[in-house]
């Protein structure tokens, strides 16, 4: 059986930072929600861990904050976080704008890329109020969520200890 020594496990304790509150934990998920959904696609696991060594925040729970944003949700989320956005700021989303993103993605050719881009240009600032509001909103429920299920977690083990059978 392959042990740890107790350096190493004091350095993984301190690295990933495990043993926080039941607020700071769920703090920490909810940073990684934020990130996970915020409009920065490509750094999302990058600035979670830079807030996350910042603050000195719990390691795991933020890349599992992050990675709450899983591959098949992506475009549904950042469609429906652009409109959002684009209510708020009045900006009219164009009436064609999903075909031209159907075919410039099916034909992936440069030029395609190029007309798509100039046709996102307008709703680029409702992207991004669009998902800045919906990384708040999941990040505030994350926190509850998350927060609850620790405590329940925490004192689960305290009950079945406290409810021993009487002695005979």
């Known amino acids: 059986m392959l042990s740890t020594s ?5 350095w993984l304790g301190h690295l990933l930072h495990t043993h926080d509150t039941p ?12 990130f996970g959904f915020s409009p920065f696609l490509g750094l999302h696991t990058v600035l979670g861990l830079v807030v996350a060594f910042a603050f000195n925040l719990n390691r795991v729970a933020v890349l599992l904050g992050v990675y709450s944003n899983l591959p098949w949700i992506l475009p549904a989320y950042y469609s429906l976080a652009t409109i959002v956005g684009a209510a708020v700021l009045r900006v009219e989303v164009p009436p064609g704008l999903l075909r031209e ?11 395609e890329f190029k007309t798509l881009a100039h046709a996102l240009t307008p709703l680029l600032w409702a992207y991004g109020l669009g998902s800045i509001i919906g990384a708040v909103g999941l990040a505030v429920t994350a926190y509850r969520v998350a927060l609850a299920m620790i405590i329940a977690h925490r004192r689960h083990p305290l009950l079945h200890h406290s409810h021993q059978p009487p002695e005979e």
């Open 6 to 10: 107790p350096r190493v496990r004091r």
């Open 23 to 34: 607020q700071r934990t769920a703090a920490a998920y909810a940073v990684g929600v934020f």
């Open 101 to 111: 993103l159907t075919e410039a993605l099916s034909a992936a050719s440069w030029g």
